[in-house]
């Protein structure tokens, strides 16, 4: 509720848009209430209409003409003011504007700009209740689709705008371009109005099955109803029950519900931690009590997510919320499962694959605090407005999911936890079986406190690893559809076992690339300089950088040859030839092409946990935290394209991969089995993974990064110039370069041409900045910023687009 204030004199209102150039000023109008910091308003920019946040309320008249603020939606506040205080620190320390953070923490319901297409919904004859309504229908009954622009211009009166907005409330209109803009869920219930039975008898005299229901009704007094609860309790026909409800003998409530469900287990069996679950809480207890944050570095299968659901019942019951970050939404199925079986309804989760109705469903209930206690989620999840968080968990830490590549924000969620938890004073704990160098070394420095947990759940042993010479049984040529005689053996021992596989390829698609075996033409993406990736399901050659695809050519367009090899391997062909080789079995495929709806990833999900699906091979996804009972051995089909990438965290990101997947086998007091296929078999990461050496292998790693001044121990800005021009892009890269140096800043590399020079039609230029631990990022903000403006502001430079990506990992 807005409150009862009239405004005296000129109040100026500092407002965020969803924006890159952020905030705005403007006034109130006479007669307007006066906001608050975080309300939501809608405010003119140029011939368009935009919602904003209240980010500052003022008497200080600017130098230029201001605006005023045209709409105060009633459902207000929409952020609090220490979430717009996080907005802030993300804005200034990863290079960007806090409109590009408000953008991205958003649900895109409370985005609504009104150049925004909608259209009439379904039930919208049902609902007109005043003339606007009817104006409103009329026209968009002709048209279909209309603006809100277009809308607001047919009365030209300043209510408009409000009425509109109220229609998309309360579900009159929908947005034509997202089928899933936000309006409340509704639930409609009757009830026989008072002393209305004898003359609805009168009425329905002559209709038996009407008298049927009024009888039904008028025995349910005092209770009302659904129209599903009477057709189910009475028996009768829908058209029947619709009749009768619609007439004036019944009267009609009509309230809010919410779309998301938990599954509490009353019987659930409290969780009774192992003994060295019980020691590393104890010590994680006293850790987090020091208001320092704790890693937790527990082997695959320990029995983390025990720890952290007996720490969440104590930030419960101190009636505080908790913020359970993933790095992945494939990871959320089975997580989500196991919190809602002990906290029930006081679970949600939070991921950009729920339909936006529930997202904004979702930011009100932990808004007002009143009802979600745990929230799970990706990094998106970070920016939901907190009402009294008091516990952080961030599982998985070392992975790269994390981190947002575009658009900006390209924030650290792992990083921006710990500021949300020091802003709000909340407890934060960093787990993984495999930690990321920077956490181990915040540990070694004593930014953070370590607690170790070595053993398994239920004393299971560690999975046993055997690593198989690829290239010796490829010259042998007894690989059969990439799987050596080993890994196929082993295979067929676990199926007579009735036991499951998962299997490891890290590239989607069928192959990489094709060729043509007579001239060595292989096709390109005319978009990037990259190749097209054959995929056989749907017979296109795709760009996985821009989507850009041609269906597989039947000739060779250089030299007419008619015939095209397939060049590598990626999951889409393995799940092919698994087919050929195991015929009796069932197959299923976990990538980004397979797992592209919330539905698809459930059932695959789903499927092989029921044991329904014997063979599961995928990408990295398989990778993440998955916990499967039935599945003892594990497969990684060619550990070499995981190992060789132009990184200097190659090795980081191959190592920690081959140990989380290495993990899925042999949960369940059994032995595991991990075969990994590699021709590269005295490689740094192999032999640490194959003689359990993971603490000398990041000793070694840590020491070339200190010698060659690479993270943890330096702070990385990377600079990228596009442009469609490659001389233009490489010229503004030399002019960067120059300000950069005049500045100040000593330690830059480049600018060099990146493995893939152009994308999406923009050619690349990279500059890397370093810059010491103990130097604050901000005291080279703004000559970076300035740096970067003074080059696009320069003619014929002011079309040149320049990225920065602080902490680029």
């Known amino acids: ?12 209102i500092d407002t965020i848009l969803p924006l890159r150039h952020g905030v705005f000023t403007y006034h109130l109008a006479e007669n307007q209430n006066l906001p608050s910091v975080g309300f939501q308003i809608v405010v003119p920019l140029g011939k368009n209409l935009y919602s904003g946040v209240v980010i500052a309320i003022h008497k200080n008249k600017p130098q230029f003409k201001t605006r005023p603020v045209i709409f105060i939606p009633e459902r207000n506040p929409i952020a609090t003011p220490l979430q717009m205080k996080f907005w802030n620190w993300v804005a200034g320390y990863y290079l960007c504007s806090i409109g590009e953070v408000l953008d991205a923490a958003l649900p895109s319901m409370l985005k609504v700009k009104s150049e925004a297409i909608v259209s009439l919904s379904d039930g919208a004859l049902e609902m007109m209740d005043d003339p606007f309504d009817e104006t409103v229908y009329n026209y968009l009954n002709e048209c279909k689709l209309a603006t809100i622009n277009q809308l607001i211009d047919l009365t030209k009166t300043r209510d408009s705008l409000p009425l509109i907005y109220k229609m998309i409330e309360r579900g009159f209109l929908i947005f034509a371009n997202d089928k899933t803009k936000y309006k409340p869920l509704i639930e409609k219930r009757y009830r026989l109005k008072a002393d209305s039975y004898n003359e609805a008898l009168s009425v329905y005299k002559r209709s038996p ?11 349910n007094t005092g209770r009302s109803k659904t129209p599903v609860d009477i057709r189910s309790e009475s028996g009768l026909s829908m058209s029947i029950i619709k009749s009768v409800l619609l007439g004036s003998f019944v009267d009609e409530e009509i309230t809010e519900i919410s779309r998301i469900s938990g599954v509490f287990d009353e019987n659930a069996k409290p969780i009774v931690l192992s003994e060295y679950q019980q ?7 006293a850790s987090l009590l020091q208001s320092k944050p704790v890693l937790l570095e527990g082997v695959t299968g320990s029995g983390k997510t025990e720890i952290y659901i007996k720490l969440i019942e104590k930030a419960i019951a101190q009636n505080k919320q908790t913020l359970y970050l993933l ?39 932990i808004l007002s605090g009143d009802r979600f206690k745990v929230v799970v989620g990706p990094r998106s999840a970070i920016f939901l407005p907190y009402h009294n968080l008091g516990f952080v968990i961030v599982d998985e830490e070392h992975d790269p999911g994390f981190k947002q590549q575009d658009p900006a924000p390209r924030y650290n969620a792992r990083d921006a936890a710990i500021v949300l938890s020091q802003l709000t004073k909340s407890w934060l704990l960093l787990g993984s079986a495999t930690p990321s160098f920077e956490s181990i070394q915040n540990v070694n420095s004593n930014k953070y406190l370590g607690v170790k947990l070595t053993q398994r759940y239920g004393n299971s042993p560690m999975p046993e690893v ?9 010259r042998r040529h007894e690989v059969v559809g990439h799987l050596t005689p080993i890994l196929k053996e082993y295979m067929e021992r676990s199926f007579q076992k009735d036991e499951q596989v998962i299997l490891l390829q890290n590239r989607r698609g069928f192959a990489p690339f094709v060729q043509c075996p007579s001239c060595g033409y292989i096709p390109q993406c005319k978009h990037c300089d990259v190749s097209l990736t054959a995929h056989k399901f749907s017979n296109k050659l795709t760009c996985h950088y821009c989507g850009y695809y041609i269906i597989k050519p039947v000739k060779c367009p250089q030299c007419n040859n008619d015939e095209f090899v397939n060049q590598g391997f990626g999951t889409e062909r393995v799940e092919e030839e698994l087919k050929e080789i195991f015929p009796d079995k069932k197959i299923a495929r976990l990538d980004s092409d397979t797992a592209r709806s919330k539905q698809n990833l459930e059932e695959v999900i789903s499927r092989f946990a029921e044991g329904k699906t014997d063979i599961l091979i995928g990408t990295q996804m398989v990778s993440k935290g998955l916990d499967f009972g039935g599945v003892n051995l594990v497969g990684v089909l060619n550990a070499d394209n995981m190992l060789s990438f132009p990184d200097f965290r190659s090795h980081e990101r191959g190592f920690q991969m081959l140990m989380q997947f290495a993990g899925r086998a042999g949960r369940r007091n059994q032995q595991g089995k991990v075969i990994i296929q590699t021709s590269q078999l005295d490689h740094p990461v192999i032999q640490a993974i194959q003689h359990s050496k993971q603490h000398e292998f990041v000793k070694v790693e840590l020491a070339e990064r200190l010698n060659f001044e690479y993270p943890p121990f330096i702070r990385l800005i990377q600079l990228t110039v596009k442009h469609f021009d490659r001389q233009k892009t490489d010229k503004a890269a030399e002019i960067l370069i120059r300000l950069l140096n005049k500045s100040g800043i000593q330690k830059i590399l480049g600018p060099y041409i990146p493995p893939i020079p152009k994308i999406k039609r923009q050619q690349h230029s990279q500059i890397m900045i370093k810059l010491d631990r103990n130097v604050k990022l901000m005291e080279y903000r703004d000559k970076v910023i300035q740096c970067i403006e003074t080059v696009t502001s320069i003619d014929g430079f002011k079309s040149v687009k320049i990225v920065a990506d602080v902490d680029p990992y």
């Not at 509720?1 to 100026?12: D, R």
């Not at 099955?209 to 025995?219: M, N, S, V, W």
């Not at 020691?279 to 207890?285: D, G, L, R, T």
Request: some cysteine; hydrophobic content about 40%.
């Open 1 to 12: 509720m807005q409150p009862e204030i009239l405004i005296p004199e000129t109040i100026f």
């Open 466 to 474: 055997e690593i198989v010479d690829y290239r010796k049984w490829y």
């Open 209 to 219: 099955k009407k008298l049927e229901l009024i009888e039904y009704l008028y025995a």
């Open 279 to 285: 020691k590393a809480f104890n010590e994680i207890e």
């Open 327 to 365: 790095p992945e939404i494939v990871l959320s199925s089975q997580i989500i499962k196991r919190l809602q079986h002990y906290f029930g309804d006081k679970v949600c989760i939070y991921h950009s694959r729920i339909n936006q109705s529930e997202r904004a469903e979702i930011w009100y209930n």
